[in-house]
C-alpha cells in the first residue's frame, strides 16, 4: 500500500492560539451565517471578553452548545463538570472566571452564555430582576415602543432604576438591579406583582399568562425568570441563530428609532456599535441596586 503513503497531502496546519487556547476546526464555516469561521466566533469572543466578562463571570452561568456549525443541533448545557470524588454531584452550572475560559467554552462548542439573577457567594439572593418580554412573532414595533413605554412608566411609578438590552430574538429583556436582601421568591412575587399590573391596566397589549393563545397580539410578560436556577442570556452574547445576533445593552432613547430586535446588533456590528457609542447605557449599573420596599409592594397590590 506504498502508494497511500507516497499520496500528498496537505500538512497539518497548527492549531490557532486564542487566549493561549488551541482551536480545532478553525475554518469550519458557521452555516446560518455566511462569511463567518468557527475562527471568527471566538476572536468575537476574544475581542468582546473585556464586556462580556463583567456579566457572566460573578454568575451561575449555562450554555447554549451546538455542533459542528449548525444551528439545527443545538443543546442547553446547564452542569459544570463533576468533581474528583466519586460521590461529589455536579454542580447545577457552569463558573467563568476569565476569556481564556470564554474562548475555551467557545472551542467546546457553546454560542450563547445565559446567566443566574444572582452573584457568587450568595446564590440564595437575587441580586436583579429580569423582566422578559415575549412579543406575539407579529407584534409591529410600534406596539413594542408602546409596551416599553409602559413598562418604564410603571418602574418610575414605583422608583426604580431598569436597564434594557435586546435579546437577539423576538423580545427585549428589563433589568432592575437589586439589593441582595430579598429571597427567591419574594423577587419572583415582585416581578409578578409588575407582570399582573401591567396586563391589568392594559390587557389589549400585555399578558402575564405564558399561554400562547394568550399572548396573540400581545406581550407576555414572563417574571418567571427570577426564580433560582433560572437564567437570561448575557449582555454581549452572541445567539445561535441566523446571522449571529447579540443581545446588546442599549439605552431607552435608543427605542424611539427604528426595530432593534432580531438581528440588528449581531457579530457584524456589535463591536463598531460599541465603539461609536458616546457612554456605555448600562454604565451605572453597578451603582444602581435597589432595595424591594414595603410601599413598592403596596403599590403593586402585594
Ligand atoms: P427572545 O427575545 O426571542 O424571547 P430570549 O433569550 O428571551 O429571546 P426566551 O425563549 O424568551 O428567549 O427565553 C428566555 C430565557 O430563558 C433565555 O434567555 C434562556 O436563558 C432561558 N431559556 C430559554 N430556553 C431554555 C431552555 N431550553 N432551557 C433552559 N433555559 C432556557
Ligand atoms: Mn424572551
Not at 93 to 105: E, N, P, T
Request: glycine letters at 8%; charged letters at 25%.
Amino acid at each position: 500500500m506504498a502508494h497511500l503513503r507516497t499520496t500528498t497531502r496537505t500538512p497539518a496546519q497548527p492549531a490557532p492560539l486564542v487566549a493561549g487556547i488551541a482551536i480545532s476546526h478553525p475554518e469550519r464555516p458557521i452555516v446560518q451565517a455566511p462569511g463567518h469561521t468557527k475562527l471568527d466566533v471566538v476572536r468575537y469572543h476574544e475581542r468582546i471578553g473585556a464586556w462580556l466578562l463583567p456579566h457572566v463571570a460573578p454568575r451561575p452561568i449555562a450554555v447554549v452548545k451546538c455542533m459542528d456549525g449548525r444551528f439545527d443541533d443545538c443543546f442547553f448545557q446547564k452542569h459544570g463538570p463533576r468533581g474528583r470524588g466519586d460521590d461529589e454531584e455536579s454542580p447545577p452550572f457552569m463558573r467563568i472566571a476569565d476569556v481564556a475560559d470564554v474562548v475555551r467554552a467557545v472551542q467546546n462548542g457553546s454560542y450563547e452564555f445565559h446567566t443566574w439573577g444572582a452573584s457568587f457567594p450568595r446564590l440564595e439572593r437575587p441580586d436583579r430582576i429580569t423582566l422578559d418580554l415575549d412579543p406575539d412573532t407579529e407584534l409591529p414595533w410600534p406596539r413594542m415602543q408602546d409596551a416599553l413605554a409602559s413598562v418604564r412608566a410603571l418602574l418610575d411609578r414605583l422608583t426604580l432604576r431598569a436597564f434594557v438590552k435586546t435579546t437577539g430574538g423576538k423580545g427585549l429583556h428589563v433589568v432592575v438591579p437589586i439589593t441582595r436582601r430579598h429571597t427567591w421568591a419574594e423577587a419572583k412575587a415582585f416581578a409578578r406583582g409588575i407582570a399582573e399590573r401591567l396586563a391589568g391596566d392594559d390587557p389589549a397589549l400585555f399578558t402575564a399568562t405564558v399561554s400562547k393563545d394568550a399572548r396573540v397580539g400581545r406581550v407576555y410578560v414572563d417574571y418567571l425568570r427570577n426564580a433560582e436556577g433560572a437564567t437570561a442570556v448575557a449582555a454581549y452574547s452572541l445567539r445561535a441563530r441566523a446571522g449571529l445576533p447579540v443581545s446588546m445593552p442599549i439605552d431607552w432613547s435608543e427605542l424611539g428609532a427604528g426595530d432593534i430586535r432580531g438581528r440588528n446588533y449581531s457579530i457584524d456590528n456589535a463591536e463598531a456599535t460599541i465603539a461609536q457609542r458616546r457612554a456605555d447605557p448600562w454604565a451605572d449599573y453597578d451603582r444602581s441596586r435597589q432595595t424591594i420596599s414595603g410601599a413598592m409592594r403596596r403599590a403593586l397590590g402585594i
